[in-house]
């Protein structure tokens, strides 16, 4: 089905129309409209425009108003103060619209891009043979939630991960397990995420043990990190070992956060290691980067140390090694050459910022990155603990995220079970639910909180039933399910006949505007416009559901089949909205 034009680009173009005949000089003007609670929408456009041409801003505004096509759409347009428009929108249109989107199904009249391009999207990047923490948290969740909603929108997404599984502490691993060739046995078939780990654990502690106190395996360690960069087959395969128990327990972790990570997505710094030879000599002879006391850099006039010394970007060290600005920009010409993206997305920590900085601006000396192809960071905060520090264990460590989503969901379950009763959840019901509820509080906390600000990390907070917590929106939409159990035989029906009341104008209105905030949300990387547009649905659906009865007191039979109707679509965006931020809604809760 076509995408449905919303009510605001509706009025939006009614009234530049006007504006253009009122006022022929302005070309197309932009009447600057926006939700009022003076009406359905103002206009703030005029001032501005009649400030430019000279003219009386209440009398061009009245102009307007009578060059204004009305009837269908708009109910009653006046002129306020200096020269605001204020416009109501007829109730036919706000149902109308509504039940061209309820006809549209998944995609509720969502529009695809016209242009879609194809972008390259960095996220979730574990360490090889380390295990995850917090701080791996955001860069997954933000990612994820990005992935989904550029992807529904019709963008072509590329997904890599990342992940470290390059660098000479792996001389270390690798010689200790040659020597020691049954450390990573599974004897009792598949082995699970947390004994990978524990495997995994266990071996680094053992190999830095001897490594700190064996000068001849420090040696023999050291000479393996060089076959490892030549390639030596036997270093390679023992290489590999680690990176695939890695991949055990990253996939698990992944699997607890509700996540899908693809084995060909997976493409980690080794992904690179044939190009940065490459990489260097391109960057070399194009004069880009310059050779200074042996190394190969990139320098910028902007970007000074704290004594005013120019920082540069170190490509290549001066004894030979490749540090972390080859690689990425290594990758950078593989995004973009060999998957020919027009985007490159980063999900980063915001420390990282001035590396991508003088990445990117590199990338683009070398014309790799230009007006077509563009990257950008989507810098993330620190998780805070409650007191406002980093959070980190009683020990000061950082906290194990498998920890912390354990007890997420064991919250969650709690809470589950103390409702279950009423509604007759079975067990496995529970324990399902619990799960949802847990893994969808971690996510929606942190996609709730704009992405480049820190954010406190209080499970009390977000397994609440109460305020902006992912359980608030769930049992929303468990208790619009739970009604069509109580309908009998009244069905959704759209009716636009009728006359709407306050709370379901306010309700329509707010629906109507899904297909514009993703629209937002997919142009800026915002998933937290996406997450306060659902709060704000399941208040409106909350008010209501209080002032305007569905089932009892039974309203008149095409009353009950209207608001059903805007009950049914609540649903299905509340629905799709969480889905695109990777958060599933139960049907009972």
């Not at 072509?156 to 990342?162: A, D, F, L, M």
Request: proline share 4%; aromatic share 8%.
């Amino acid at each position: 089905m076509a995408s449905v034009t919303s009510l605001t680009a509706s009025v939006h173009q009614r009234l530049a129309d006007a504006l253009t005949a009122a006022l022929p000089e302005a070309g197309s003007a932009d009447p600057l409209l926006r939700r009022s609670d003076r009406a359905d929408f103002q206009a703030n456009g005029i001032l501005a425009l009649a400030k430019k041409a000279k003219a009386n801003p209440r009398e061009l505004a009245t102009q307007v108003v009578s060059r204004v096509e009305s009837g269908e759409v708009i109910k009653d347009i006046e002129v306020s103060g200096p020269g605001f428009l204020n416009i109501t929108i007829t109730d036919r249109a706000i149902t109308e619209n509504l039940a061209a989107r309820y006809a549209d199904g998944e995609r509720l009249g969502v529009p695809l891009v016209e242009h879609p391009g194809t972008t390259v999207i960095d996220y979730a990047q574990p360490n090889v043979a380390k295990e995850m923490h917090v701080g791996h948290l955001r860069s997954a969740v933000i990612g994820d939630a990005v992935v989904q909603i550029l992807e529904f929108v019709g963008e072509s997404v590329v997904r890599r991960h990342h992940i470290g599984d390059w660098g000479t502490q792996f001389g270390m691993l690798i010689q200790y397990l040659i020597e020691h060739p049954h450390e990573l046995d599974h004897q009792g078939g598949e082995v699970s995420g947390e004994e990978a780990m524990s495997n995994l654990n266990r071996l680094y502690k053992a190999a830095r043990t001897l490594f700190d106190s064996d000068e001849e395996f420090k040696t023999r360690a050291r000479r393996r990190v060089v076959d490892l960069q030549a390639g030596e087959p036997e270093t390679l395969a023992m290489w590999q070992k680690f990176v695939d128990e890695s991949k055990i327990y990253f996939y698990s972790v992944f699997e607890k956060l509700d996540m899908e990570i693809r084995d060909p997505d997976v493409v980690g710094e080794s992904g690179y290691n044939d190009m940065l030879d490459e990489t260097c000599r391109l960057l070399e002879e194009s004069g880009v980067a310059v050779r200074s006391e042996g190394a190969l850099c990139v320098f910028f006039d902007d970007i000074k140390g704290p004594e005013g010394n120019p920082v540069p970007l170190i490509v290549r060290k001066s004894d030979g090694g490749y540090g972390y600005a080859a690689t990425d920009l290594s990758a950078i010409r593989d995004r973009v050459f060999r998957l020919k993206a027009s985007t490159l997305l980063y999900v980063v920590d915001a420390r990282q910022s001035l590396h991508f900085k003088m990445v990117f601006e590199t990338a683009r000396r070398a014309g790799w990155l230009n007006d077509d192809v563009k990257a950008h960071q989507l810098a993330f905060g620190t998780v805070l603990g409650k007191d406002g520090k980093p959070f980190k264990t009683r020990e000061g460590e950082t906290i194990r995220l498998v920890d912390l989503l354990d007890e997420a969901i064991e919250r969650a379950t709690t809470v589950v079970r103390e409702k279950a009763e009423k509604v007759g959840l079975s067990e496995q019901e529970i324990v399902e639910n619990g799960r949802y509820v847990g893994i969808g509080a971690v996510k929606y906390a942190d996609l709730s909180t704009s992405a480049v600000r820190d954010y406190k990390f209080d499970l009390d907070q977000m397994v609440s039933l109460n305020g902006d917590t992912s359980v608030y929106l769930q049992y929303a939409y468990a208790r619009i399910r739970s009604i069509f159990g109580k309908a009998g035989d009244r069905t959704p029906l759209a009716h636009p006949e009728l006359e709407l009341a306050p709370a379901e104008r306010e309700l329509g209105l707010h629906l109507d505007r899904f297909a514009e905030t993703l629209e937002e949300v997919a142009a800026e990387y915002a998933p937290h416009k996406l997450a306060a547009y659902l709060y704000q649905l399941a208040s409106l659906y909350t008010t209501f559901y209080d002032q305007c009865p569905v089932i009892k007191p039974a309203p008149a039979q095409e009353v009950a089949e209207n608001r059903l109707f805007l009950c049914d679509l609540t649903a299905r965006t509340l629905h799709q909205g969480m889905a695109l931020l990777g958060i599933r809604t139960p049907e009972r809760l």
